[in-house]
């Protein structure tokens, strides 16, 4: 029985070692993305003007970065929060904590280097090595043109400042932990030319982060691959659950729209006859996460690249009901 009870405490030692050497490797050594880049970006009218198109009508940081009315359709961007941060994605959404999106004006990231934005955008780790949440999609930007980043860095330090402070984050366990484990490297790939339509739809879809939304995801938080573009991704919200419409060229998605449908889907959002009803979303008004007045901001020849794009992209029967009511 000594012998029993001997090598039980043995056995739980052994994995009480294991269990603190594996939190102190989780919580000491990761995230490991290395050091920032020695990183200046010269702040050229060209780079300003491709961030500020990258930031508003791609990659729509300013979005996330911003206060948003929700109040009206598609919640626009309230005025005189630019670039402010303190959107808030928290548990009445579904999400493991409650989160900040960051103040990103000169009051807030004044005192990053460029390398240290650099990596925040590119591999999802901040000023201090902290890994950031990925609803911030770093993983996406980490695979764009290295000059893009710069572009957006550049546009970034022209915006003006605002006072705007930001609460604190809280994470839930166990997103405490695995969100230190998915920062990467990036893998940063040239922007093909736009003659090559398919793939300048590849590239644009990359930036303007559409499989992140439009793919269901598991309990991680990570999207199931084999199902790209199928619709369906769930965000609960106060007021009910949106579900995003299915992308690909099936009929239960974009397989019965055409080229010039799919742009006036975007562009109707910047027609100046456009005015967007005011909304009571806890009475039962649908609204969407989707940033329309932003994204209708694109070019025609990047949102007919991203139309290219999406219908070679493997077709799936998936029809989405996009909202139910609390």
Wanted: hydrophobic share 35%.
């Amino acid at each position: 029985m000594k012998k029993v009870l001997k090598w039980l405490g043995i056995i739980v030692l052994v994995i009480i070692i294991f269990i603190g050497a594996s939190f102190y490797y989780v919580f000491n050594m990761k995230p490991d993305v290395g050091d920032a880049p020695d990183l200046t970006v010269e702040l050229t009218p060209e780079r300003i003007e491709r961030g500020d198109y990258l930031a508003n009508s791609v990659c729509v940081c300013m979005d996330c970065h911003s206060t948003r009315d929700w109040s009206q359709y598609a919640a626009p961007i309230v005025e005189g929060t630019f670039g402010g941060g303190g959107e808030r994605f928290d548990r009445t959404m579904g999400f493991p904590g409650n989160f900040y999106s960051k103040n990103i004006t000169p009051y807030g990231v004044g005192d990053w280097t460029d390398g240290e934005l650099f990596r925040a955008i590119t591999t999802g780790v901040d000023k201090d090595g902290e890994p950031l949440f990925p609803v911030m999609p770093y993983h996406y930007y980490g695979q764009l043109a290295e000059e893009d980043i710069y572009s957006i860095i550049a546009y970034v330090r022209s915006l003006p400042s605002l006072k705007t402070e930001v609460p604190a984050r809280e994470v839930d366990p166990p997103m405490n932990i695995i969100m230190r484990l998915i920062p990467h490297k990036g893998e940063p790939r040239p922007v093909p030319q736009p003659e090559d339509k398919v793939a300048y739809g590849e590239y644009m879809t990359l930036a303007s982060g559409c499989i992140e939304c439009h793919t269901p995801v598991n309990d991680k938080g990570q999207i199931f691959t084999d199902s790209a573009f199928c619709g369906g991704r769930v965000f609960d919200m106060p007021f009910g659950t949106l579900r995003t419409p299915n992308l690909t060229p099936h009929n239960t998605g974009l397989g019965m729209w055409n080229e010039d449908l799919f742009v006036s889907k975007f562009k109707q959002y910047q027609d100046s006859n456009y005015h967007s009803p005011t909304l009571d979303m806890m009475n039962g008004d649908f609204n969407t996460i989707m940033p329309w007045m932003m994204y209708s901001t694109m070019t025609d020849r990047d949102i007919k690249a991203i139309y290219a794009y999406l219908q070679t992209v493997k077709p799936i029967e998936h029809e989405v009901v996009k909202f139910t009511k609390r």
